[in-house]
């Protein structure tokens, strides 16, 4: 991202949104959403990356595939 600086305030907040759409039924859609929280993982804040991780885990794990 070219200017970081200028979105970092909004990162949390757009994470949220992000978290949302990956649990949407289209694989692609979830594919660029996770790709979108990739580069929006540079911004967090630390809380909120970990909040992100940590439900990314029991996601994972909860599921069963």
């Given amino acids: 991202m070219r200017k970081g600086h200028l979105f970092r305030p909004y990162a949390d907040q757009a994470s949220k949104a992000v978290m949302v759409s ?5 694989e692609t859609v979830r594919k660029t959403y ?9 911004l967090m804040t630390h809380p909120a990356l970990t909040t992100y991780v940590n439900s990314q885990v029991e996601k994972y794990f909860s599921e069963g595939n």
Wanted: glycine share 14%; proline share 0%; charged share 20%.
């Fill in 22 to 26: 990956l649990g949407d039924r289209n």
């Fill in 34 to 42: 996770a790709a979108a929280a990739g580069y929006l993982a540079r």
